[in-house]
């Protein structure tokens, strides 16, 4: 069984800009859930999508948006990006939401915006 | 004050030692659970309660809800066991994960 794949795994952009990460989940899983990991901050929670919808969101600024397709597959979209955003993206599924069960995590995004 | 404690901070033992790493949080919570991450960014689920302990293999985790407090014990330690341990906690009433700030966990051969 195909654990949860995320792309890019590495990737440079400049202030300004903008970027799209994608997470493919384990076959079967319904629920995404994203994750901001930084030296300063430790991981924090971006949000998470089940079936489509978003079902629950973290303390982020509305740069950060993300979207699940009707495949599970899930994008996060950073814009106007800032040096600050520069981490470790993670995101993680599970059958139905990973408040009661397992989660798996893919091995992240690491974005460097310079 | 953080949700979500976790202690110690970084911990280094000998090859073969018991270890104990902590968590406590401050509010009443749903479910716990707690990740192994290894250097490059992977990490890996150990445990998910609610309640009581659970055990697999070398890995032991507890949780006592009325205390807010939650154990994770490795046995025979390895080095291969060499990692960050995350605690993250469900709070009641706020569906978003809130994680610790993690145990640097060095096993020396």
């Known amino acids: 069984k195909a654990g949860v794949t995320q792309t890019p795994r590495y990737l440079i952009k400049t202030r300004g800009q903008q970027v799209t990460l994608s997470c493919s989940p384990i076959s079967g899983h319904r629920s995404v859930s994203w994750y901001q990991q930084t030296p300063g901050q430790g991981l924090q929670f971006l949000f998470e999508?089940?079936?489509?919808?978003?079902?629950n969101k973290g303390n982020f600024p509305g740069r950060f948006s993300g979207r699940q397709f009707s495949n599970s597959r899930s994008e996060m979209n950073v814009s106007t990006l800032e040096l600050g955003d520069s981490a470790l993206y993670l995101c993680?599924?599970?059958?139905?939401?990973?408040?009661?069960?397992?989660?798996?995590f893919g091995e992240g995004s690491r974005l460097t915006v310079l | 004050k953080n949700e979500v404690e976790q202690s110690p901070q970084n911990l280094t033992a000998q090859e073969g030692e018991f270890i104990t790493i902590n968590c406590s949080y401050s509010?009443?919570?749903?479910?716990l659970h707690w990740l192994q991450q290894h250097p490059g960014g992977g990490i890996v689920s150990l445990f998910m309660?609610?309640?009581g302990k659970k055990k697999h293999g070398r890995l032991i985790a507890t949780i006592n809800i009325q205390e807010k407090h939650s154990s994770l014990h490795i046995t025979a330690s390895h080095p291969r066991d060499s990692a960050v341990y995350i605690c993250a906690v469900l709070l009641f009433g706020n569906e978003k994960l809130t994680f610790g700030t993690g145990t640097r966990l060095t096993i020396i051969p």
């Open positions: 993680a599924s599970s059958l139905d939401g990973g408040w009661s069960g397992e989660l798996f």
């Open positions: 509010v009443g919570i749903s479910a």
């Open positions: 999508y089940f079936s489509e919808t978003q079902r």
């Open positions: 309660l609610s309640s």
